[in-house]
């Protein structure tokens, strides 16, 4: 078996010698595509043996097996020219039936993506790295599913990227908690790279006997994404779970109107974790109802995922602080969720879970529709003994989950757990930002004599730098 997370790296290691590719954002594109293509072509090769009347939705010239398998083909100008005037022309224009779900996806990705290389000779280079990779051998299907979410990880340190990605222990962690069965409906609204559709996938592939099980399992998870590389990225991500026709949008579940959702389009569950703290498109508000328009993109998705969820769905999804409190728009929004659903649960994680990316206080909200809330359970989740914060290089585990799990399923309050009933929260005008009444305050000591030093070398400090204002 090759070394996956060798080659992967020697590929990148080849872009950066590359004039035209510029961060790791257009790193990650390029690779992306380029995995995108070689994946498809292994497992059409896999189909044509099982079925010899297959035929791929892409035309034989640009399949990856004829333009790039051969390690001594085009190179130089030549593959530029081809890849540049030729390839990507024919997948943005591919001419598909209404009914080709995977020759709508791969048109709708190459319509959104580029090819950033500059020098033919580089793009040979790393094209015979990644023949290196069979994807039909299970064992590097297995190292690369791994790889592949080193690569999102690298992908999330950017801060104009990260909100592709939540970290694998929270999307497990609801996964887990909201159990979903073989057969509801699974959906994200806001997929990103389809983190927690792909947690879905895998508790549901426990459940799967037989093949009418896993026809369902292929039909019954979808999501939706907005952004061309977190959709693109998405699709190779549920590809290399063994979703054949992946039930991915691309699009913006916002533009979608309010009314216009009827039974047939409602689902069974909905896991996600939607982009907050940003503004939604022009207009795009005024697909929902006048007491719920804003222009917070997090308010509007609670609204829609209300919306989307059958009566007795239920959903499991990350917030942040701001969405919890607040007057207006938002208490409408509250109310409304307090009032439609069951709210049973909210998860306080501390600042950094989300970290290098983003620092915003979050919570997991856990809810069921069809029924209004009667009493709100609230856990804090704590940093693991001794540490200070969650890092890059210390994400937040699975494994830290245990405790909150076993407290699931026999609730009682303690020092992290607290329960509120619905008046309290109506009294407070649905606000639902309510810190945990059960914790110990720490007696802090101050020592008068290292508080007089301090002040000292403060005044000292501030005498100086006035005396070079002065001099100024």
């Not at 035209?20 to 044509?48: H, N, P, V």
């Not at 990705?109 to 290389?117: A, K, L, P, Q, V």
């Not at 959702?261 to 907050?276: L, M, S």
């Not at 208490?331 to 659903?341: F, N, S």
């Amino acid at each position: 078996m090759s070394n996956i997370g060798g080659i992967i790296k020697s590929i990148r290691d080849v872009f950066r010698k590359d004039p035209g590719l510029s961060g790791d954002a257009q790193r990650i594109e390029q690779l992306g595509w380029m995995i995108f293509l070689k994946l498809f072509d292994d497992k059409d090769k896999e189909k044509e043996i099982l079925d010899r009347k297959y035929k791929s939705p892409i035309p034989s010239a640009f399949q990856y097996r004829n333009w790039a398998e051969n390690d001594e083909g085009m190179t130089g100008d030549e593959l530029i020219n081809f890849v540049n005037n030729h390839l990507f022309p024919a997948l943005k224009n591919l001419k598909v039936g209404t009914n080709d779900k995977l020759g709508i996806i791969i048109r709708q990705i190459f319509e959104g993506t580029n090819n950033y290389m500059k020098s033919g000779t580089t793009f040979r280079q790393a094209i015979n790295k990644l023949n290196e990779i069979d994807f039909n051998s299970s064992k590097e299907h297995h190292v690369f599913n791994v790889i592949y979410e080193e690569i999102l990880q690298g992908l999330a340190t950017k801060k104009d990227t990260g909100e592709f990605y939540t970290p694998r222990a929270v999307t497990q962690f609801i996964v887990d908690m909201v159990n979903p069965k073989l057969g509801e409906k699974i959906s994200d609204p806001a997929c990103g790279t389809a983190g927690f559709l792909v947690c879905a996938i895998e508790h549901l592939k426990k459940q799967v006997r037989n093949v009418i099980d896993k026809q369902t399992l292929q039909k019954t998870v979808a999501g939706t994404e907005l952004k061309p590389l977190a959709f693109m990225l998405s699709v190779i991500n549920l590809i290399t779970h063994d979703i054949e026709v992946p039930q991915i949008e691309n699009g913006d579940s916002l533009s979608r109107e309010y009314n216009s959702i009827r039974q047939k389009d409602r689902v069974d569950i909905i896991i996600a974790n939607p982009p907050f703290g940003g503004v939604v498109g022009d207009g795009m508000e005024t697909n929902f109802p006048l007491n719920y328009r804003t222009k917070e993109s997090a308010d509007l998705f609670l609204i829609l995922f209300i919306q989307l969820l059958k009566e007795g769905g239920r959903a499991g999804i990350v917030l942040p602080d701001g969405s919890l409190t607040g007057d207006g728009v938002k208490q409408r929004v509250r109310q409304k969720l307090l009032e439609d659903c069951n709210v049973h649960t909210v998860v306080r994680l501390p600042q950094s879970v989300f970290a290098p990316y983003a620092t915003v206080n979050t919570n997991l909200i856990f809810f069921e529709k069809g029924k209004p809330t009667q009493e709100v359970w609230y856990y804090e989740h704590t940093l693991p003994e001794g540490a200070k914060a969650y890092n890059k290089t210390k994400p937040i585990r699975i494994e830290e989950f245990e405790s909150l799990k076993a407290w699931w399923k026999k609730r009682h309050e303690n020092e992290v757990a607290w329960k509120v009933p619905i008046q309290t929260i109506i009294d407070r005008n649905y606000d639902l930002d309510i810190k945990n009444p059960n914790k110990r305050v720490e007696e802090i000591m101050y020592n008068p004599k290292t508080i007089i030093e301090n002040l000292e070398k403060s005044f000292e400090k501030s005498v100086r730098l006035l005396n070079e204002l002065k001099n100024i």
